[in-house]
T-cell receptor, first 115, second 115 residues
Framework: EAGVVQSPRYKIIEKKQPVAFWCNPISGHNTLYWYLQNLGQGPELLIRYENEEAVDDSQLPKDRFSAERLKGVDSTLKIQPAELGDSAVYLC?????????????FGPGTRLLVL | AQSVTQPDIHITVSEGASLELRCNYSYGATPYLFWYVQSPGQGLQLLLKYFSGDTLVQGIKGFEAEFKRSQSSFNLRKPSVHWSDAAEYFCAVGSMNSGYSTLTFGKGTMLLVSP
C-alpha cells in the first residue's frame, strides 16, 4: 500500500514569492491534515479536511495561507506571499476516520526555506 | 486544553543499553496516547498507541510504553537500543475538541546512540 505522497520534498524561494505544496493521501482515507513543523518543535495542525470540506482551519493564517481539496482526494496548500518566518517543514497526514483513535499516517513533508 | 510535555530535548544512549523517553500529558478525560518516530528527512511513523485496556502496550521495533494515569505519564521504553534507533521521538495526545479530533504533539526528544 502506498503511503502519503508529498511534493516537492524541498523548496527554496525568496520572500514575497508564492509557493504551493501538494499531497496525495492514502487511498480511501477521507480525512486529510496539513501540519506545520518548526525546527525543534512538534507538528501543529493547520487545517483538517473531511472529504472535500475543511472542518477545522482555525490555525490557518488565512491572510496568506490557503488550501483546497477539490475532489476529496489530493490537496494543495498555498502560501502567498511567503515570509521569512514561513521556513519550516509542512507535513501532510491522512486517516481513515476522524476519531481520536484513528492513526494518522504522515508523508515525508516539504521542507521550505524562504530567503 | 490538552498538552504534552517531553522534558528531555535530547538523550544519548550507548548502543545495547536500555532506553526510557518521558512523556507527560494534560487532558481532562481519558486520553488517547501515541508515540511517533521521525528519522531525518522523513515523516512521522507510528510506534504504538494506547486507548484503553492493558496499560503496557507493545509497538513496532521492540518499543513498549506504559500508561500511568496517576502520574499522567506515557513513557516509551526499549530494553536494548540499536544505532538505527537514532531519531526524534514525539509523544502525542488525541482528543475531541468542538466535535473534531485533535492530535497534540510534544516538542520531541532527540535520541543519539553512541557506539
Amino acid at each position: 500500500e502506498a503511503g502519503v505522497v508529498q511534493s516537492p520534498r524541498y523548496k527554496i524561494i525568496e520572500k514575497k514569492q508564492p509557493v504551493a505544496f501538494w499531497c496525495n493521501p492514502i487511498s480511501g482515507h477521507n480525512t486529510l491534515y496539513w501540519y506545520l513543523q518548526n525546527l525543534g518543535q512538534g507538528p501543529e495542525l493547520l487545517i483538517r479536511y473531511e472529504n472535500e470540506e475543511a472542518v477545522d482551519d482555525s490555525q490557518l493564517p488565512k491572510d496568506r495561507f490557503s488550501a483546497e481539496r477539490l475532489k476529496g482526494v489530493d490537496s494543495t496548500l498555498k502560501i502567498q506571499p511567503a515570509e521569512l518566518g514561513d521556513s519550516a517543514v509542512y507535513l501532510c497526514a491522512s486517516s481513515s476516520g476522524g476519531t481520536p483513535q484513528e492513526t494518522q499516517y504522515f508523508g515525508p513533508g516539504t521542507r521550505l526555506l524562504v530567503l | 486544553a490538552q498538552s504534552v510535555t517531553q522534558p528531555d530535548i535530547h538523550i544519548t544512549v550507548s548502543e545495547g543499553a536500555s532506553l526510557e523517553l518521558r512523556c507527560n500529558y494534560s487532558y481532562g478525560a481519558t486520553p488517547y496516547l501515541f508515540w511517533y518516530v521521525q528519522s531525518p528527512g522523513q515523516g512521522l511513523q507510528l510506534l504504538l498507541k494506547y486507548f484503553s485496556g492493558d496499560t503496557l502496550v507493545q509497538g513496532i521495533k521492540g518499543f513498549e510504553a506504559e500508561f500511568k494515569r496517576s502520574q499522567s505519564s506515557f513513557n516509551l521504553r526499549k530494553p536494548s537500543v540499536h544505532w538505527s534507533d537514532a531519531a526524534e521521538y514525539f509523544c502525542a495526545v488525541g482528543s475531541m475538541n468542538s466535535g473534531y479530533s485533535t492530535l497534540t504533539f510534544g516538542k520531541g526528544t532527540m535520541l543519539l546512540v553512541s557506539p
